[in-house]
Protein backbone atom coordinates (compact mmCIF):
# COMPACT_ATOMS: atom_id res chain seq x y z
CA UNK A 1 0.00 0.00 0.00
CA UNK A 2 3.17 2.16 0.23
CA UNK A 3 4.45 3.82 -3.29
CA UNK A 4 7.23 5.56 -4.37
CA UNK A 5 5.18 8.79 -5.42
CA UNK A 6 4.39 10.17 -8.74
CA UNK A 7 3.71 13.47 -10.35
CA UNK A 8 -0.08 12.65 -10.42
CA UNK A 9 0.00 12.29 -6.34
CA UNK A 10 1.11 15.68 -5.94
CA UNK A 11 -2.24 17.31 -5.56
CA UNK A 12 -3.46 14.75 -2.68
CA UNK A 13 0.33 15.56 -1.34
CA UNK A 14 0.27 18.97 -1.30
CA UNK A 15 -3.48 19.14 0.24
CA UNK A 16 -2.85 16.82 2.98
CA UNK A 17 0.32 18.53 4.27
CA UNK A 18 -1.18 21.80 3.98
CA UNK A 19 -3.97 21.23 5.65
CA UNK A 20 -1.80 20.34 8.59
CA UNK A 21 0.31 23.22 7.84
CA UNK A 22 -2.56 25.46 8.32
CA UNK A 23 -2.68 24.57 11.73
CA UNK A 24 0.93 24.88 12.35
CA UNK A 25 1.66 21.37 12.71
CA UNK A 26 4.45 21.09 9.37
CA UNK A 27 6.26 23.46 7.29
CA UNK A 28 4.13 24.29 4.16
CA UNK A 29 5.06 22.94 0.79
CA UNK A 30 4.32 24.34 -2.39
CA UNK A 31 3.99 22.88 -5.75
CA UNK A 32 7.42 23.48 -6.34
CA UNK A 33 8.67 21.84 -3.58
CA UNK A 34 6.60 18.90 -4.48
CA UNK A 35 8.01 18.95 -7.53
CA UNK A 36 11.84 19.22 -6.87
CA UNK A 37 11.69 16.50 -3.58
CA UNK A 38 9.39 13.94 -5.63
CA UNK A 39 11.98 11.35 -5.34
CA UNK A 40 12.41 11.27 -1.97
CA UNK A 41 8.59 11.10 -1.40
CA UNK A 42 6.67 7.53 -0.56
CA UNK A 43 2.52 7.52 -0.50
CA UNK A 44 0.15 5.23 1.33
CA UNK A 45 -2.54 4.50 -0.60
CA UNK A 46 -6.16 3.31 0.76
CA UNK A 47 -9.89 3.22 -1.07
CA UNK A 48 -8.12 4.03 -4.38
CA UNK A 49 -6.80 7.37 -3.11
CA UNK A 50 -3.73 8.93 -1.73
CA UNK A 51 -4.15 8.94 2.45
CA UNK A 52 -0.70 9.84 3.32
CA UNK A 53 2.66 10.40 2.60
CA UNK A 54 6.52 10.95 4.03
CA UNK A 55 9.75 11.90 2.89
CA UNK A 56 13.68 10.93 3.90
CA UNK A 57 15.69 13.31 2.78
CA UNK A 58 19.78 12.39 3.33
CA UNK A 59 21.41 15.34 4.97
CA UNK A 60 24.45 13.33 4.71
CA UNK A 61 26.35 9.74 4.86
CA UNK A 62 25.25 8.95 7.95
CA UNK A 63 22.09 10.54 8.05
CA UNK A 64 18.43 10.97 6.97
CA UNK A 65 15.53 13.43 7.84
CA UNK A 66 11.86 11.83 7.69
CA UNK A 67 10.24 15.01 6.64
CA UNK A 68 6.68 15.78 5.71
CA UNK A 69 4.95 13.24 7.47
CA UNK A 70 1.18 13.36 7.19
CA UNK A 71 -1.97 11.51 7.17
CA UNK A 72 -5.18 12.47 6.10
CA UNK A 73 -7.20 13.56 9.20
CA UNK A 74 -10.12 10.41 8.32
CA UNK A 75 -6.98 7.87 8.25
CA UNK A 76 -5.51 8.94 11.37
CA UNK A 77 -4.95 5.95 14.42
CA UNK A 78 -5.55 3.14 11.96
CA UNK A 79 -1.44 2.78 11.85
CA UNK A 80 -0.60 4.38 8.61
CA UNK A 81 1.93 7.13 10.08
CA UNK A 82 3.79 4.24 12.00
CA UNK A 83 4.17 2.39 8.34
CA UNK A 84 5.13 5.85 6.53
CA UNK A 85 7.86 5.62 9.22
CA UNK A 86 9.10 2.57 8.58
CA UNK A 87 8.91 3.05 5.06
CA UNK A 88 11.51 5.24 5.27
CA UNK A 89 13.48 3.15 7.50
CA UNK A 90 13.42 0.51 5.11
CA UNK A 91 14.65 3.37 2.60
CA UNK A 92 17.48 4.41 4.81
CA UNK A 93 18.62 0.62 5.28
CA UNK A 94 18.50 -0.08 1.53
CA UNK A 95 20.86 3.10 0.94
CA UNK A 96 22.95 2.26 4.08
CA UNK A 97 22.24 4.94 5.58
CA UNK A 98 22.71 4.19 9.91
CA UNK A 99 20.35 7.57 11.34
CA UNK A 100 17.34 8.73 10.98
CA UNK A 101 16.23 12.32 12.53
CA UNK A 102 12.87 14.62 12.42
CA UNK A 103 12.03 17.85 13.54
CA UNK A 104 8.79 17.16 15.09
CA UNK A 105 6.13 17.96 17.57
CA UNK A 106 4.96 14.67 17.71
CA UNK A 107 7.26 13.27 20.45
CA UNK A 108 5.56 10.75 21.73
CA UNK A 109 4.48 9.25 18.14
CA UNK A 110 8.47 9.15 17.30
CA UNK A 111 9.31 7.36 20.57
CA UNK A 112 6.98 4.61 19.62
CA UNK A 113 9.13 4.34 16.68
CA UNK A 114 12.36 3.99 18.35
CA UNK A 115 13.63 7.38 17.93
CA UNK A 116 14.78 9.70 21.34
CA UNK A 117 15.21 13.11 21.84
CA UNK A 118 18.64 14.86 21.11
CA UNK A 119 19.66 18.33 21.69
CA UNK A 120 19.38 20.33 18.41
CA UNK A 121 22.70 21.12 18.16
CA UNK A 122 23.97 17.77 17.86
CA UNK A 123 23.41 17.75 14.58
CA UNK A 124 24.78 18.95 11.55
CA UNK A 125 24.68 22.08 9.98
CA UNK A 126 23.25 21.37 7.22
CA UNK A 127 19.73 20.26 8.68
CA UNK A 128 18.96 24.07 9.41
CA UNK A 129 19.38 25.16 5.75
CA UNK A 130 15.35 24.89 5.60
CA UNK A 131 14.99 27.17 8.37
CA UNK A 132 14.84 30.39 6.46
CA UNK A 133 11.53 29.19 4.91
CA UNK A 134 9.94 28.65 8.23
CA UNK A 135 7.70 31.32 9.76
CA UNK A 136 8.84 30.20 12.75
CA UNK A 137 12.38 30.40 12.33
CA UNK A 138 12.98 33.11 14.92
CA UNK A 139 11.32 30.87 17.93
CA UNK A 140 11.79 27.30 16.62
CA UNK A 141 9.65 25.01 19.48
CA UNK A 142 10.30 21.33 17.31
CA UNK A 143 11.62 18.68 18.93
CA UNK A 144 14.96 16.93 17.50
CA UNK A 145 14.71 13.40 17.59
CA UNK A 146 16.98 10.30 16.19
CA UNK A 147 16.65 6.55 15.64
CA UNK A 148 19.83 5.06 15.04
CA UNK A 149 19.88 1.59 13.08
CA UNK A 150 22.43 -0.76 14.96
CA UNK A 151 22.43 -3.48 11.68
CA UNK A 152 24.00 -0.59 9.43
CA UNK A 153 27.26 -0.19 9.27
CA UNK A 154 28.71 3.69 9.17
CA UNK A 155 30.59 3.88 5.98
CA UNK A 156 33.12 6.14 7.78
CA UNK A 157 33.07 9.25 5.13
CA UNK A 158 34.02 12.59 5.96
CA UNK A 159 32.14 14.06 8.63
CA UNK A 160 29.45 16.67 8.02
CA UNK A 161 30.17 20.09 9.45
CA UNK A 162 29.06 20.56 12.80
CA UNK A 163 26.35 23.17 13.93
CA UNK A 164 28.65 26.04 15.90
CA UNK A 165 27.82 26.40 19.18
CA UNK A 166 27.60 30.09 20.53
CA UNK A 167 26.62 30.90 16.65
CA UNK A 168 23.23 32.58 16.45
CA UNK A 169 21.59 30.41 14.06
CA UNK A 170 17.59 31.27 14.40
CA UNK A 171 16.42 27.54 14.92
CA UNK A 172 18.24 27.02 17.99
CA UNK A 173 16.69 30.17 19.55
CA UNK A 174 18.89 33.13 20.66
CA UNK A 175 21.21 32.33 23.35
CA UNK A 176 20.35 35.29 25.26
C1 LIG B 1 1.51 12.12 13.51
C2 LIG B 1 0.76 11.32 12.45
C3 LIG B 1 1.62 11.18 11.22
C4 LIG B 1 0.42 9.95 13.05
O1 LIG B 1 -0.20 9.18 12.03
P1 LIG B 1 -1.27 8.04 12.39
O2 LIG B 1 -1.50 7.24 11.18
O3 LIG B 1 -2.45 8.66 13.04
O4 LIG B 1 -0.46 7.20 13.49
P2 LIG B 1 -0.52 5.63 13.75
O5 LIG B 1 -1.95 5.20 13.73
O6 LIG B 1 0.41 4.94 12.82
O7 LIG B 1 0.03 5.54 15.22
C5 LIG B 1 1.14 4.72 15.58
C6 LIG B 1 1.23 4.70 17.08
O8 LIG B 1 1.48 6.03 17.55
C7 LIG B 1 0.42 6.45 18.41
N1 LIG B 1 0.17 7.85 18.13
C8 LIG B 1 -0.30 8.40 16.99
N2 LIG B 1 -0.38 9.74 17.09
C9 LIG B 1 0.04 10.01 18.34
C10 LIG B 1 0.18 11.21 19.07
N3 LIG B 1 -0.13 12.40 18.51
N4 LIG B 1 0.67 11.14 20.32
C11 LIG B 1 0.97 9.95 20.88
N5 LIG B 1 0.86 8.77 20.24
C12 LIG B 1 0.40 8.81 18.99
C13 LIG B 1 -0.75 5.58 18.07
O9 LIG B 1 -1.62 5.45 19.17
C14 LIG B 1 -0.07 4.27 17.75
O10 LIG B 1 0.29 3.60 18.92
P3 LIG B 1 0.17 1.99 19.04
O11 LIG B 1 1.00 1.43 17.92
O12 LIG B 1 0.71 1.71 20.40
O13 LIG B 1 -1.29 1.69 18.87
C15 LIG B 1 -0.60 11.99 12.09
O14 LIG B 1 -1.31 12.20 13.25
C16 LIG B 1 -0.47 13.32 11.35
O15 LIG B 1 -0.52 13.36 10.14
N6 LIG B 1 -0.33 14.41 12.12
C17 LIG B 1 -0.29 15.76 11.55
C18 LIG B 1 0.99 16.03 10.86
C19 LIG B 1 2.20 15.84 11.76
O16 LIG B 1 2.23 16.30 12.88
N7 LIG B 1 3.22 15.18 11.21
C20 LIG B 1 4.46 14.95 11.87
C21 LIG B 1 5.45 15.91 11.31
S1 LIG B 1 7.07 15.40 11.73
Same mark, same amino acid.
Given at each position: ? !????? %? *??? *?? !??? !? %???????????????????????????????????? @? @???? %?I?????????????????????????????????????? *?????L??????????????VPKETLPLKVWSDCV?C *??RDGC?E?A??????????????PATPTPRGVSIPVLGHED
Amino acid at each position: M !IRPAT %I *PDV *PR !IAE !I %INSHAELGKMLFKSYAQLYEDLRDFGVYEADGQVVG @C @CALT %IIWADLAEVRSLAVDDRYRGRGIGRQLVEWSVSEARRLSL *PRLMSLTYEQAFFEKLGFVVVPKETLPLKVWSDCVRC *PKRDGCDEIAMVRVLPDVADSHQPPATPTPRGVSIPVLGHED
